[in-house]
């Protein structure tokens, strides 16, 4: 297999807030669109708006920014880029935004990259308790006292 067919993942700390963090294992194959999709998961959000990441550290920098397919006036899309075509390497800091009313801003940084495959994005480590993403904690209970 050829150096450049070779696959490897990359751990990536993702941060939202001081004291809570998931680490997450990730394929180089995936798309930016499939690490946002990791991310939500991580911290147990909807995916039900726009997202972009800013590879140069900077929110809301046109230099190395890649948008969700639905903004449209953009040139670069998350699912059209892999992250091993963003010259990931340990250290290397960006940011993620999710909900541009909101503006969920989370910390990215390479923390390793294995020599290894990986077929699905795996939460490999947790810290602190994630926000909730609508600043209140919805009950099903409730719902159910209300009918």
């Given at each position: 297999?050829?150096?450049?067919?070779?696959?490897?993942?990359?751990?990536?700390?993702?941060?939202?807030?001081?004291?809570?963090?998931?680490?997450?294992?990730?394929?180089?194959?995936?798309?930016?669109?499939?690490?946002?999709?990791?991310?939500?998961?991580?911290?147990?959000?909807?995916?039900?708006?726009?997202?972009?990441?800013?590879?140069?550290?900077?929110?809301?920098?046109?230099?190395?920014?890649?948008?969700?397919?639905?903004?449209?006036d953009e040139e670069r899309?998350?699912?059209?880029?892999?992250?091993?075509?963003?010259?990931?390497?340990?250290?290397?800091?960006?940011?993620?935004?999710?909900?541009?009313?909101?503006?969920?801003?989370?910390?990215?940084?390479?923390?390793?990259?294995?020599?290894?495959?990986?077929?699905?994005?795996?939460?490999?480590?947790?810290?602190?308790?994630?926000?909730?993403?609508?600043?209140?904690?919805?009950?099903d209970e409730e719902l159910?006292?209300?009918?």
């Open positions: 297999m050829s150096a450049a067919n070779k696959e490897i993942s990359y751990v990536i700390s993702v941060s939202v807030c001081a004291g809570c963090y998931r680490h997450i294992k990730i394929s180089s194959k995936a798309t930016l669109y499939q690490l946002h999709k990791a991310i939500l998961d991580a911290f147990e959000f909807d995916d039900d708006h726009a997202h972009a990441f800013f590879m140069d550290d900077s929110v809301w920098s046109d230099k190395e920014s890649f948008y969700a397919n639905i903004i449209e899309h998350t699912a059209e880029y892999k992250l091993e075509q963003l010259g990931l390497c340990v250290g290397k800091k960006f940011k993620y935004l999710f909900d541009f009313g909101d503006e969920w801003r989370f910390q990215c940084k390479v923390l390793k990259v294995l020599d290894e495959k990986t077929k699905m994005p795996e939460i490999i480590r947790s810290k602190g308790e994630a926000p909730s993403q609508y600043g209140y904690e919805f009950d159910d006292e209300d009918e």
